[in-house]
């Protein structure tokens, strides 16, 4: 049996980590002060002044600079300001949820109340933000968060793609705006954009079934892997048409089969008039 | 042929990850197998159970895996994992078989999840230099959906010649069943870049009370977990390894010593962890078909690599 690891020990230079506990706040930022009641869960530390966690990111983004070597790898000053920069745009991604969570807390715990009669007054008064705006922002970040922890290996979930999303998690909840993300974000091959997933969207079920919106995403993304080389998301006006059409008719026929259509006599008129249309297409192709 | 490697995860806290990670430890130990216990938790549940002084109950000094992983952001020339990770693993305390290393966590590593280096694969290079020395090694993750450490931690449970694998603990009970559906995601998300073949290793039934209002329920949620369908990954039925580790209830009657006193409100289980033993070493029949069922889990981990 061998020694287990004893060779070499202590050689290897290796140090105590010099940091400090991970619970203490950061030294420029202010003790949280001991607030009213059990209110509020506040869990992070108290940022001093507006602008400052931005003050201390732009103070950290160095000046820009010519480059300093043509070798392949970066110097270690190089790797760093690569590193201070991405963190300065990570910053700006993620701070679209953080101010709609910074709204709702706002609103719901009415902390505008000293200056000002309502929610709606304080937000074009203090910010210039109208109210679709800031309750935009408000039912954003909470779909944001979510999908920020379904992409955990560092998928980038922006705005946009928050917004796409947003008609199915007011129809149908949050659970199944994840649901939608996540059979997309895990499908093989296949890149996550604003644009993909509108078309995603687009074909979800009216009926909400999770079982089988999975398996018309699914369909969705496989059928338009195949045409050009396995890329989805650059469709064509027409793809995306004939999509949105084939959806809506499958919804429908699901519907009716489960005896939850209309008029008899709407119907069969609805279907000669599309026989018609279909049948006008065809023709075009002659 | 490498180590058996073991990652236990779930994103659901108390679903028996620590417990599983040092019950499989107590067990190979025994058999005198040569296992490495990974505490990538900053809680350090494993580590203070393994009798290991980590920084905050022992030794200030001692090197944890916070270390390996820390780079100072003014090094210009990071030490190479590979040479430091031999100063950050140490025996197990007195009560554990003499077989048994822990690569500590402590409190600080709950640092790392904000670095902005990447420090993910840092783990897994270390590995390369000391996996040789191991026939398992466990990896105790925290009950996160995601993450530095536990990237860190499944990105080195696949080893470098692949076939490590997830095990994911499962309450019958709604928590335990979605930490399973998150577990599952986030090893289809590792296999995407990280770790492209990383396993399921299994879905073991963890805590099951022998309670017998209990049973319906339990049998109900024990339906369901056969029921489900990874669409990637297959029926769920078929990841379910072994028999349930039974709910070992408490051993102490009565207060008869002092840390019995302490404890006795808690379960065997609790004892164990609190008393810094191995599961192996408790008392009574309840804890010994415990053990026997994490021996099964194991033998049928290790057959499955032997025919590999
Ligand atoms: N078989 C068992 N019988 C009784 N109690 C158990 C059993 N397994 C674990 N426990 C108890 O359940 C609790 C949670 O277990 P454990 O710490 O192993 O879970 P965990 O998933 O690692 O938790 P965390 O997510 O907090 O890391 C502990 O108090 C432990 O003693
Ligand atoms: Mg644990």
């Known amino acids: ?153 560092g998928d980038k979930v922006s705005e946009r793609h928050v917004r796409e999303l947003l008609p199915v998690a007011t129809v149908h909840g949050d659970d199944a705006a994840e649901l939608v993300y996540a059979t997309v974000a895990q499908a093989d091959g296949v890149r996550v954009t604003a644009e993909l997933l509108r078309d995603v969207v687009a074909i979800v079920p009216t009926q909400w079934d999770p079982a089988a919106a999975v398996l018309i995403i699914r369909e969705f993304l496989d059928r338009d892997g195949q045409g050009d080389g396995g890329s989805v998301g650059r469709r064509s006006p027409f793809q995306t048409q004939t999509t949105r059409v084939r959806t809506g008719l499958a919804d429908l026929a699901t519907r009716l089969r489960k005896g939850k259509g209309g008029d008899p006599e709407q119907v069969r008129a609805f279907v000669a008039d599309a026989r018609r249309l279909l049948d006008q297409i065809e023709q075009s192709m002659s | 042929m490498g180590a058996l490697r073991l990652a236990e995860y779930s994103e659901k806290g108390g679903v028996g990850k620590t417990s599983v990670t040092n019950g499989l430890a107590a067990v190979a130990g025994d058999r005198g197998m040569r296992v490495l216990v990974i505490d990538l938790d900053s809680r350090a549940t494993a580590s203070k159970e393994l009798g290991v002084p980590i920084p905050e109950i022992g030794d200030p000094e001692i090197f944890t895996l916070n270390d390996l992983l820390y780079v100072n952001p003014g090094d210009d020339d990071p030490l190479d994992p590979t040479d430091a990770i031999a100063d950050t693993i140490h025996p197990a305390g007195e009560s554990w078989p003499s077989t048994v290393r822990v690569l500590p966590g402590e409190r600080k590593l709950a640092n790392r999840e904000a670095d902005s280096g990447p420090i993910e694969m840092r783990l897994r290079q270390g590995l390369r230099a000391v996996a040789g020395e191991f026939d398992v090694i466990l990896f105790d993750l925290p009950p996160r959906p995601s993450g530095k450490l536990v990237t860190a931690g499944l990105a080195a449970a696949e080893g470098e010649d692949g076939g490590g694998g997830v095990l994911i603990p499962a309450t019958l009970t709604t928590d335990g069943l979605d930490g399973v559906t998150q577990a599952l995601r986030t090893v289809k998300q590792m296999r995407q870049g990280y770790s492209p073949t990383l396993s399921v290793a299994g879905i073991v039934r963890s805590i099951v009370p022998r309670d017998r209002e209990l049973r319906a329920i339990h049998r109900e949620f024990d339906r369901q977990l056969f029921e489900r369908v990874d669409p990637k990954l297959g029926p769920w039925g078929e990841m379910v390894l072994g028999e349930p580790l039974p709910a070992v209830a408490s051993s102490s009657g009565e207060a008869d010593a002092d840390v019995r006193y302490l404890v006795r409100q808690y379960a065997i289980r609790e004892e164990a962890r609190f008393a810094q033993v191995p599961i192996t070493s408790a008392p009574g029949r309840e804890a010994k078909r415990l053990v026997a069922t994490y021996g099964e889990i194991l033998d049928l981990l290790l057959k499955r690599k032997e025919n590999r």
Do not use: N
Not at chain 1, 24 to 46: D, F, N, Q, T, Y
Not at chain 1, 69 to 82: F, K, N, P, T, W
Not at chain 1, 121 to 130: A, E, F, K, V
Not at chain 1, 136 to 143: A, G, Q
């Open chain 1, 1 to 153: 049996m061998s020694s287990l690891i004893k060779q070499g020990r202590g050689r290897s230079g290796l140090s105590k980590a010099p940091e400090g506990d991970p619970a203490a706040p950061p030294p420029e930022i202010a003790l949280p002060e001991p607030r009213p009641g059990e209110a509020s869960p506040g869990a992070g530390g108290v940022l001093a002044a507006p602008g400052e966690a931005v003050e201390r990111l732009r103070e950290a983004v160095p000046r820009p600079y010519e480059p300093v070597s043509d070798g392949d790898l970066l110097g270690a000053q190089e790797r760093r300001d690569l590193t201070t920069c991405e963190a300065a745009l990570e910053h700006l991604r993620l701070a679209f949820w953080v101010a709609g969570r910074a709204l709702q807390v706002i609103r719901d715990a009415r902390l505008y109340r000293e200056a000002h009669a309502t929610f709606e007054d304080y937000c074009l008064d203090r910010w210039s933000m109208s109210r679709p705006q800031a309750y935009r922002l408000i039912s954003e970040w909470s779909l944001a968060e979510r999908l920020l922890a379904v992409s955990p290996m």
